[in-house]
């Protein structure tokens, strides 16, 4: 860059640019166009991968990210009652300290939840007992994306395939027994036998939408939070039109001056036949607010989650914070975490002696008024005996000698 007396040569100003770039051209090189700044609204759907629900969910969506880790984590927090085959409760201390500790690298807590966000965000989550006999001394959950399911006869897998870097190894399952060092649990899926539907495939569209309107507002605040326009060249006289080197120039001068949170309120200084239309593309024709606010309330639907836990606004299903948090619990964790527990009871539990597994609910504050009302019912049921009570409640009997 030349020097001045005074420092360096300040840059061509814009107008000045302008002229050098709108200058008469040959006819023979003329073709109509305008500039036009225009920010995409179509949705690119994502595809029906793991890895691709996974980055653009759960990775990139604040609603996903927010539901699963309500889920999870509430399932993960609940302890475990164990009971023998009579249906009494039994202390196993083997078995609380695999629980507690389940391989080197994780806790219990992080262990079971990352174990429901894989049925979460997969549909399907794998634990590999490690250990002679049926007492495993460790539990490592595989990536479902890593994981295929060899389908056998009689609707028994012939086995599970895992893939690790180039290499994959073959986990078989006793065609007789169904057992297997995997424990593969999944959702239902209509369409497959082996593999599970994900909540995050359901919400899929709902996703991609949200998505779209975030990064469309994130363009539209690039450029000063303006609708898109159109440049357009009308000469009074000469050819009506610009040339591929002139187009390509004046578009470069544009995007160099004009987009960009730093160039916000900039003028936009016209000379030599430009004039600048604004198009009627804007926030409020597309209803935005409106629009992302729908889509984060089917995100939410499909991961059984109330709206108001997710930060909707104006989400007022539920009378205050705590019936929804209640919601939460009876209509998509308990039922979750049932379900878990009884799946490690029929894959682990008898090496240890463990007829059934069952989530402690006492050990729930959201479930606290519920308990309440139970009390309130029992106690006052004048037909029932003492010990009819306490069953209700969860209490065994009182002994003959117990006072």
């Known amino acids: ?6 420092g360096p040569a300040a840059a061509p100003g814009l107008m000045a640019r302008l002229r050098r770039l709108i200058r008469p051209v040959p006819e023979t090189r003329a073709r109509g166009r305008a500039l036009i700044g225009w920010h995409e609204t179509g949705v690119r759907w994502t595809a029906r991968r793991y890895a691709a629900l996974a980055d653009e969910g759960y990775a990139r969506n604040v609603v996903v990210h927010r539901a699963v880790g309500l889920v999870a984590r509430g399932v993960a927090a609940i302890p475990w009652i164990a009971r023998d085959a ?3 409760e039994i202390a196993v201390a083997a078995f609380d300290v695999l629980l507690r500790r389940p391989n080197p690298r994780d806790e219990g807590t992080a262990f079971l939840e990352a174990l429901t966000a894989h049925l979460l965000i997969a549909g399907n989550a794998y634990v590999e007992a490690v250990g002679p006999g049926t007492r495993p001394r460790e539990w490592h959950l595989l990536r479902p994306d890593r994981v295929t399911v060899r389908p056998g006869p009689g609707g028994v897998p012939a086995g599970f395939e895992h893939r690790e870097g180039e290499e994959t190894r073959f986990i078989p399952v006793d065609g007789l027994t169904g057992r297997s060092p995997v424990l593969h649990l999944k959702t239902f899926h209509p369409l497959d036998d082996w593999h599970g539907l994900p909540a995050l495939e359901a919400a899929a569209q709902a996703i991609d939408q949200h998505n779209a309107a975030g990064a469309w507002n994130k363009a539209l605040l690039d450029n000063a939070a303006r609708p898109s326009g159109a440049l357009v060249y009308q000469p009074k006289e000469g050819p009506a039109s610009l040339a591929d080197d002139q ?38 024709e597309m209803d935005w607010i409106e629009g992302r606010n729908a889509a984060a309330r089917e995100i939410a639907l499909a991961f059984g989650v109330p709206p108001q836990l997710v930060g909707v606004p104006d989400a007022q299903t539920y009378a205050n914070y705590a019936e929804a948090r209640l919601a939460l619990y009876e209509d998509t964790v308990v039922p979750l975490a049932q379900s878990i527990a009884r799946a490690f009871a029929r894959a682990f539990g008898a090496g240890f002696g463990i007829a059934t597994l069952e989530p402690d609910l006492d050990e ?21 005996t003492r010990d009819e009570r306490r069953a209700a409640l969860g209490y065994g009997p009182i002994g003959k000698d117990e006072v």
């Not at 949170?261 to 016209?270: D, E």
């Open 1 to 6: 860059m030349a020097e001045s007396k005074n």
């Open 86 to 88: 009579g249906g009494r």
């Open 247 to 284: 187009f390509d120039r004046l578009k470069s001068e544009i995007a160099e001056q004009f987009e960009g949170a730093r160039n916000a309120g900039r003028p936009l200084l016209l000379d030599g036949g430009l004039d600048w239309r604004a198009l009627s593309l804007t926030p409020a």
């Open 364 to 384: 729930v504050p959201a479930l606290e008024p519920r308990r309440a009302e139970r009390w309130v019912k029992v106690r006052g049921a004048a037909d029932l």
